[in-house]
């Protein structure tokens, strides 16, 4: 249900494209996700792409967690 | 790996985790429903960061721990008869029926194989044309549209000697069923791959009847703090509702093509979940058109008879009702080498993970 | 000219004479073994004497970085050397199944006699049996090996000198031949330069012995992986273990697969790694002499051994939690959650 990770799509033929996490590359199917290209970073489940993740998201969450953790910081100094 | 390991850095979690002690002043049940979510609470040791406050349960999400005997009873029955292959998930293969598992038939001889993508299944297929492949479809919303992928291209190519035996369920109704139950939830840390396929519409209704939050969490370990910090907070200030901590993946509308496709393969009926029961439109079924996939139609399979071994109380650990130390046989004669119930054999059933914790500094909960 | 096996190979007449000849002594050139007696007759030094014996069956036979035949050797070489001991002989039989191919069979052989040579090791007698089509997976190798262990080093295998605040150190990156295997297999479909990590570890590990001293404690890391020694020691050692995540050396491939499929590189298997219990005091020095080595570049301090949570061992995970380390209980199963 849950397990999935995030990878680099690197090609794609027709519904079926090769990403790419930590130098492995495999295949996957697109047919959930359609609109994917080259170069975008997808979740992959049981050999699907159900999703793509959301750079900007992404960089807003990694900010959110680092202030959280400046925050903590400052406090117990 | 990039969105992976920036996501795990020790300082960012000792970070959340402080804050969150610092938010939290009342006592907080939270339930995360998600095996997945299991699974990386174990992994990255996550329980004894957590303050004296927060108890966090594990509710029904292991599709394997919910299918039941039954559903296993089918699968091995399937394994048996000569001339089927079984495709399967690893997840299923060590679950225990009522009297067999997978892995033990295909010590006897019966032809079981794993499967990391339900693609491979159809391949498998497409190279044994004589034999018949039976996959067993478990697993939630993320699961589900990949098994309805592989059926709409089974149909598109006639490819007669693939069914499917679907146990595949849905979330909602069982997060009502819990409360309904009078399982005590202050708030749910929602499924995040789930919640990518379904959007978080469907929890709307939950919010409003039950006035409990939910967050929709992501899986490293600074996406699960920081939802429980989200839920701690909304629960400080009496302010529930239905929030996204993994807004990098999930959309609110999430993906209409993923749904899209399930709803053309499956259609809800009621379904039995092990330790709850018949719970109204919590599974997916085939529709009638593409019957000539559905297993359970091709091999006329009985209504299964759900058996619970004597003495587990599966059930009520699923529901968040007992702990794993209350059973009897836990650990004396239910362990991960010698499971009796779903929740010991699958790696992130509740059992399985607290086996892991016992006589773990912290809260162990 | 014969291209597979045949029964009558295995039936200790002119076609099995033919076979040895013609494919076994090619490649296993020593005296001892061409003399072809029933017994090898060998010299050993006086003092202990190490003996070790493993099977091997794996599928497939061929993978990236080796093949049933290196494994053959360099398993039994590496029980012994962890042992503390120089292995010095080793047997090997065959059970093949009918209608394998000779070509490969010649291959395995000619991995055999390079693994032995690499590891100083000579293969001295053997056995080959055939057995009809079926009721055998085309080949199964038994090797059993010997070694001279000096009496100072007796007590390694048994760990019984081991004190809390020694030293846990591993030789280098764990998972990589159990997930090379994997995908050896075809069922996943994964494209990486992964290779097996199989070597022969005496020549990592003599220096050690020899030139720094302090080690309590060594096993190699084979099924069940690094959980499964820290585990058993943990056991039977009676004392507690606490490991560092953060210090565990882990190839970015293994991480991208164990991610994928669900599965834990501390209970993936390896055959090139040794893990090392050493006196604080001599855990730099050894670290040191094991770095300066191809086959142990990678080495690092892991962990430690502690009084505390006895027998059992603690993680402190990379993200700054902690958890137990569990004895692996099967093969580990590729999960969708």
Not at chain 1, 34 to 43: C, E, L, N, Q, R
Request: hydrophobic letters at 40%.
């Amino acid at each position: 249900m849950c397990l999935g990770i995030p990878a680099k799509i690197i090609f794609i033929d027709d519904e079926m494209a090769t990403v790419s996490v930590g130098g492995v590359e495999y295949p996957a199917s697109l047919q959930l996700l359609p609109g994917a290209s080259v170069g975008d970073f997808v979740i992959i489940h049981a050999g699907f792409a159900i999703e793509k993740v959301d750079l900007k998201e992404a960089e807003e969450t990694i900010r959110i967690i680092h202030e959280i953790e400046k925050v903590s910081r400052n406090n117990s100094l | 790996m990039r969105f992976i390991d920036e996501y795990r850095e020790s300082e960012l979690v000792l970070g959340i985790a402080e804050s969150i002690r610092k938010r939290s002043t009342r006592n907080i049940v939270l339930m995360e429903v998600c095996g997945g979510h299991t699974m990386a609470v174990h992994k990255f040791g996550l329980r004894e960061l957590l303050p004296e406050t927060i108890r966090l349960i594990s509710g029904p999400g292991c599709p394997v721990c919910v299918s039941g005997t039954g559903f296993i009873d089918n699968v091995v029955k399937l394994a048996k008869m000569p001339g089927n292959i079984i495709a399967t998930y690893g997840d299923l293969v060590r679950v225990p029926g009522s009297s067999s598992s997978l892995e033990q038939e295909k010590g006897t001889g019966a032809d079981v194989r794993f499967v990391y993508s339900v693609l491979d299944s159809l391949d498998i297929a497409r190279r044994n044309p004589d034999r018949t492949i039976v996959f067993p479809g478990i697993g939630f919303e993320t699961t589900a549209p990949a098994t309805a992928a592989a059926i709409f291209h089974a149909h598109k190519e006639g490819l007669q000697n693939f069914k499917v035996l679907s146990s595949h369920k849905v979330m909602p109704p069982v997060m009502r069923a819990l409360i309904d139950e009078g399982v005590k939830i202050d708030g749910y840390i929602a499924p995040g791959h789930v919640t990518a396929i379904t959007g978080t519409e469907m929890y709307r209704p939950i919010v409003e009847k039950y006035g409990l939050g939910i967050v929709v969490a992501g899986f490293e370990p600074t996406d699960i703090l920081q939802s429980i910090k989200m839920l701690v907070a909304q629960f400080e200030d009496h302010d529930p509702k239905v929030e996204i901590q993994y807004s990098r993946v999930v959309k609110p509308e999430g993906n209409s093509i993923a749904r899209k496709l399930m709803d053309e393969i499956f259609e809800p009926r009621d379904d039995r979940w092990r330790g709850i029961g018949m719970i109204p439109d919590s599974g997916l079924k085939i529709r009638r058109k593409y019957q000539s996939f559905d297993a359970e139609k091709h091999f006329e399979l009985p209504e299964t008879e759900e058996t619970e071994p004597a003495g587990c109380i599966c059930g009520e650990v699923l529901k968040g009702l007992k702990i794993p130390t209350d059973c009897p046989l836990f650990a004396e004669v239910c362990t991960p080498v010698n499971p009796v119930g779903a929740c010991m054999v699958s790696n992130e059933g509740t059992c399985a993970a607290y086996y892991r914790y016992r006589k773990s500094e912290g809260h162990g909960r | 000219m014969e291209d597979k096996i045949r029964l009558h190979h295995g039936s200790g007449g002119l076609f099995m004479q033919k076979l040895i000849h013609d494919l076994f002594l090619k490649h296993f050139t020593n005296k001892t073994i061409r003399s072809l007696t029933d017994s090898a007759i060998l010299s050993l030094k006086p003092g202990k004497i190490a003996f070790t014996t493993d099977s091997y069956v794996v599928d497939p036979l061929f993978f990236p970085g080796g093949d049933i035949g290196k494994l053959a050797v360099c398993g039994t070489v590496n029980d012994l050397a962890v042992s503390g001991a120089v292995p010095r002989y080793i047997s090997s039989s065959f059970i093949l199944e009918e209608g394998f191919a000779l070509a490969d069979l010649e291959t395995i052989v000619k991995s055999m006699a390079k693994a032995a040579r690499e590891a100083g090791v000579v293969i001295v007698t053997g056995d080959t049996k055939v057995v009809p089509r079926g009721k055998a997976d085309k080949v199964f190798i038994n090797t059993a090996g010997i070694g001279y262990i000096e009496r100072k080093n007796v007590h390694i295998s048994q760990g019984r000198r081991t004190k809390p605040g020694d030293l846990v150190l591993i030789n280098g990156t764990i998972g990589d031949h159990g997930m090379t295997l994997l995908n050896a297999r075809g069922d996943f479909h994964f494209s990486s330069s992964l290779e097996s990590d199989c070597i022969s570890l005496t020549s990592l590990i003599q220096p050690v012995l020899m030139n720094a001293g302090g080690i309590r404690f060594m096993r190699d890391a084979t099924r069940g992986g690094l959980a499964a020694v820290l585990c058993e020691f943990a056991e039977k050692s009676g004392f507690g273990i606490e490991i560092d995540e953060t210090k565990i050396p882990v190839k970015q491939e293994v991480k991208a697969m164990c991610e994928l499929l669900g599965f834990d590189p501390l209970t993936i298997a390896n055959e090139g790694k040794v893990v090392l219990v050493v006196n604080k005091l001599l855990g730099e020095e050894v670290l040191e002499i094991m770095k300066c080595n191809k086959k142990g570049k990678n080495s690092a301090v892991i962990g430690r051994i502690v009084e505390d949570h006895k027998r059992k061992v603690r993680l402190r995970t990379s993200s700054g939690g902690s958890r137990w380390i569990d004895l692996p209980a099967g093969d580990q199963l590729p999960r969708i959650c």
